[in-house]
């Protein structure tokens, strides 16, 4: 029991340092995503965090899941020696870290997409939407993994694929007595790629009910940018600060691996971001230095005659991820 407290203390103060590696608008962003208008790192939760007993620790965990006026009364002296603020803001970071969770060690960020494109009802209100993934979740349990690839492997062969996932889909809603939620997150799921498939049917049952609804909270997002940008900042290697410039990097790091061999019928491009203003900056008319951005090309592009290579620059905005129409030059 002591090293799983180690291990959650650990995480917790993980996160702290993740918030501290942020510029003030990234961790904004971060935080007014688990509702919270409190600035974590303004609260000595490090020392509340180190000092906190077992069952101290679990008390805060079951604060954290509470709205903020209705937190459970304690009698122990530690908890009532602690501000409201600085309980809040533990239950943010708490969150924060289920979060970190779900995005970082048990999906990757494509099996992420696959399912949250599985379960989105675009007509559906968040608490409808919270009730189809409990579902979901209940459902899969009880699917075995050999009986969902035997139901892919039908599909993929079969000549009539819509009556084949219509059949497949009735067949494992059976036992289920509202089948009308299920229908089509069930539908989406069966048809993904088998290994994303298989993924989630392993992981998803295993997520709490906080991460359901920080799935929800997800599916909210106009764009997947966003759901990169989120997994990005909570990056356990602390490098979300860098933005666009680590997934760069990572890039160019896989590009540099692959062999001449593996790609000598395409042509792969990757960008370096050489120069660029600061990523911590009071508001200036004109940032200095301008962003200079390096394309590269892992062999000489050929271009035939009357061809030309053109790049078009999209600028986005970090606090709206809405591209800049006015962009120019």
């Known amino acids: 029991m002591?090293?799983?407290?180690?291990?959650?203390?650990?995480?917790?103060?993980?996160?702290l340092q993740v918030l501290a590696s942020l510029s003030p608008a990234q961790r904004?962003?971060?935080?007014?995503?688990?509702?919270?208008?409190?600035?974590?790192?303004?609260?000595?939760l490090p020392r509340v965090i180190e000092s906190a007993n077992q069952k101290q620790v679990e008390h805060l965990i079951r604060s954290s899941q509470s709205p903020s006026n209705q937190l459970?009364?304690?009698?122990?002296?530690?908890?009532?020696?602690?501000?409201?603020?600085?309980?809040?803001t533990f239950g943010c970071i708490f969150r924060l870290l289920l979060l970190q969770e779900t995005l970082h060690q048990w999906f990757s960020y494509e099996q992420l997409l696959v399912l949250?494109?599985?379960?989105?009802?675009?007509?559906?209100?968040?608490?409808?939407?919270?009730?189809?993934?409990?579902?979901?979740?209940q459902l899969l349990v009880h699917i075995l993994p050999e009986t969902l690839k035997s139901i892919h492997d039908r599909i993929s062969q079969s000549s009539d694929k819509e009556s084949a996932i219509q059949s497949a889909v009735f067949h494992l809603l059976e036992s289920c007595q509202d089948q009308t939620l299920l229908y089509e997150p069930l539908s989406r799921l069966i048809t993904a790629d088998l290994e994303s498939m298989i993924h989630i049917h392993e992981y998803f049952?295993?997520?709490?009910?906080?991460?359901?609804?920080?799935?929800?909270?997800?599916m909210q997002f106009d764009s997947q940018w966003n759901v990169l940008e989120l997994r990005q900042l909570l990056s356990p290697d602390q490098k979300g600060w860098m933005g666009l410039q680590s997934l760069l990097d990572e890039q160019e790091q896989e590009d540099e691996m692959m062999t001449?061999?593996?790609?000598?019928?395409?042509?792969?491009?990757?960008?370096?971001?050489?120069e660029q203003p600061p990523e911590r900056t009071v508001y200036k008319r004109c940032l200095k230095p301008n962003p200079t951005i390096f394309v590269k090309s892992n062999q000489k592009p050929v271009l035939h005659s009357g061809e030309t290579l053109c790049i078009v620059p999209s600028l986005y905005r970090f606090d709206t991820n809405q591209p800049v129409l006015f962009l120019t030059g």
């Open 260 to 274: 001449d061999e593996e790609d000598s019928f395409s042509e792969s491009f990757s960008l370096s971001i050489l």
């Open 28 to 44: 904004e962003f971060l935080v007014h995503f688990e509702k919270c208008e409190l600035d974590p790192l303004t609260c000595n």
């Open 72 to 88: 459970e009364p304690t009698e122990d002296l530690f908890l009532n020696g602690l501000s409201q603020v600085q309980v809040i």
């Open 116 to 137: 949250l494109e599985s379960c989105r009802m675009h007509s559906f209100p968040a608490d409808l939407q919270l009730k189809v993934l409990h579902q979901l979740q």
């Open 205 to 218: 049952p295993k997520l709490q009910p906080i991460q359901l609804k920080q799935l929800v909270r997800l």
């Open 2 to 15: 002591s090293s799983c407290l180690d291990q959650v203390k650990c995480g917790l103060l993980n996160i």
